[in-house]
């Protein structure tokens, strides 16, 4: 391993940039954003850029000229340019997997060259972008049928992780251009009633599943897949049926075809799509059966125009690296844990929950990448939920609590359901909140209204509260594919100053390791406990009152 792969030299808290950013904190952590854009009045135009058709406005933030000079500083110290080129290079950057690192690749046209071990990557991704398109076709036209002779109208989609929040984010922000006589559905949990729940209504001879799994041997995506192979079988009386019934996506073939899937009917994929970043890979292939493969290619074209920018626009132009580098501005140095996602866009009620995993489980990490504890803080935890449904929830602890919780506003000029007045009072809404939060109302504006004494501290708002704002044209194809890959790059660009492995995942393992020595556990009652006194007690408990059948 060569030490360019482990990270720049220089621990992070020594880097020249780290200091001069300590120095200034105290500056900014004094300032307020009235003041800041009293002194400076452009200050909203100035800090704002325009990319690949994103508006990125990051001027309601705590940060100055200087701040934004400093962690620019800090990007090129920590050699981001570097990491970039490495990544779009093909190296084997997850140094813990020893893999590369491509989602890149999903989105380059055909004619580039990506090479992995000496291979190019770009005509195998083409080629089964080919067949995801030849069977999308298929499947929409009516002409792939069912065992009995019915064509497809339910697609299931069976995975868990990036083999489910991808395609079930992507689903739910594209429905407007989804086929609406046609059901989309998406099993994840290994509680039964997902299963139940999504099936109850089907009728088995129209219905088909997608087994979507990286590895083809997750306990919960392998369980539903078995759970649903038991259904087709048992309403359709054949074993043959499955043949009609299921496809795979995957990049086990053995394991596909000890399942009894055809391998003919399998999407593969490659081990350098790391599965919270393969919602562009086979693993949307429901994604493309829903929406068509025009506006899938639609979707992979507004990634391949972020991937450029993020490769090519220098950084104080980069929005992955502004957002990014503000990222870690409130983490490391004001102490935010969290960042709120805030979408003004109903279509995009699963995007927060899709961010949670693509950078909780990126950057969730306590080590650098020479396996060294960090003493700085890293992944923020991410979570919001749509606007303006989130204002008659929890942006109260947002405006007047005691946390300090960067928020990334997500809106659109122009709404694909236009109705009445319906858009103009969703985006009212959206300015309004980041006004708020930035500027708040002074105890004095508050005296002003004639609130009574006793009652004004209730209704001061400190204000000072930092947001971006991304604005785009509408929600298409195209915008969110752009979307996406803004969140995958800014996440990218947090790991590389922390010198952190962003693409593994060891921390899901050890729960997967005691729950599989606990199942067995569960199921003979006689077994002998050896846990700590607390779970040896849930488990005896739980043996006490399961309900036997
Ligand atoms: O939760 C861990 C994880 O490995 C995720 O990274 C991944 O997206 C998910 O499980 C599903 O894995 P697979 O696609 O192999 O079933």
């Not at 079988?233 to 019934?245: C, D, N, P």
């Not at 950078?359 to 020479?370: C, D, I, Q, Y």
């Not at 922390?498 to 556990?521: C, M, T, Y």
């Not at 406990?529 to 006490?544: G, P, V, W």
């Amino acid at each position: 391993m060569t030490t360019e792969t482990k990270g720049p030299s220089q621990p992070l808290t020594e880097r020249t940039a780290w200091k001069a950013l300590q120095a200034h904190f105290p500056a900014i952590s004094g300032a307020h954003m009235r003041a800041l854009f009293r002194d400076d009045p452009r200050r909203g135009e100035r800090m704002a850029v325009e990319a690949a058709g994103l508006y990125l406005d990051y001027s309601k933030n705590r940060a100055t000229d200087e701040t934004m000079r400093l962690l620019l500083q800090l990007a090129d110290e920590s050699g981001l340019r570097e990491r970039i080129d490495a990544m779009f290079r093909g190296d084997k950057i997850n140094v813990t997997e020893n893999r590369a690192v491509l989602h890149v690749a999903l989105r380059a046209p055909m004619g580039d060259t990506i090479l992995v071990d000496g291979k190019n990557v770009v005509p195998e991704v083409h080629a089964v972008l080919g067949k995801m398109t030849r069977f999308a076709d298929a499947v929409r036209e009516g002409e792939w049928l069912g065992y009995t002779g019915k064509p497809i109208r339910n697609v299931v989609n069976i995975g868990i992780g990036g083999s489910d929040l991808g395609p079930v984010m992507a689903y739910e922000a594209l429905r407007h251009y989804s086929r609406r006589d046609m059901t989309f559905r998406f099993v994840s949990n290994v509680d039964g009633t997902d299963f139940e729940e999504a099936t109850r209504d089907l009728n088995p001879e129209e219905t088909l599943f997608i087994v979507s799994s990286k590895t083809f041997t997750t306990l919960e995506t392998m369980t539903n897949a078995h759970t649903a192979r038991s259904w087709i079988v048992g309403k359709l009386g054949q074993h043959a049926a499955v043949a009609k019934h299921f496809v795979a996506v995957s990049t086990n073939a053995e394991e596909v075809e000890k399942f009894g899937i055809d391998t003919a009917n399998m999407f593969e994929f490659w081990d350098w799509v790391g599965g919270r970043y393969s919602m562009e890979s086979a693993i949307g292939l429901s994604t493309m059966i829903a929406i068509g493969p025009e506006n899938f290619r639609a979707m992979l074209a507004g990634s391949r125009a972020m991937d450029e920018h993020f490769r090519t626009a220098p950084f104080d132009k980069n929005l992955p690296v502004l957002m990014g580098l503000l990222a870690i501005w409130y983490n490391d140095f004001f102490g935010a844990e969290t960042i709120a996602v805030l979408p003004y866009e109903q279509y995009l009620k699963r995007f927060p929950a899709y961010l949670q995993q693509l950078t909780m489980e990126s950057n969730g990490k306590h080590v650098n990448l020479a396996g060294a504890k960090v003493d700085y803080q890293t992944g923020p935890i991410f979570w919001g939920e749509p606007g303006t449904n989130g204002q008659h929830s929890f942006y109260q602890l947002i405006h007047q609590g005691t946390k300090l919780i960067p928020c990334d506003f997500i809106g659109f000029y122009q709404t694909l359901n236009p109705l009445g007045n319906h858009h103009d009072l969703l985006m009212a809404n959206v300015f309004a909140q980041s006004e708020a939060l930035a500027f708040g109302k002074t105890v004095e504006e508050v005296r002003a209204e004639g609130t009574p004494e006793w009652l004004a501290p209730h209704r001061v708002f400190e204000g000072n509260r930092p947001s971006n704002t991304i604005l785009a044209e509408r929600l298409t194809p195209e915008v969110l594919g752009k979307l996406v890959t803004l969140y995958e790059h800014s996440v990218f660009t947090q790991g590389a100053i922390w010198s952190i492995d962003s693409f593994d995942q060891w921390g899901v393992e050890l729960g997967k390791v005691l729950a599989k020595r606990i199942v067995p556990e569960l199921e003979q009652s006689s077994a002998e406990l050896q846990h700590d006194s607390s779970t040896n007690a849930l488990i005896r408990r739980y043996r006490k009152y399961r309900k036997s059948d």
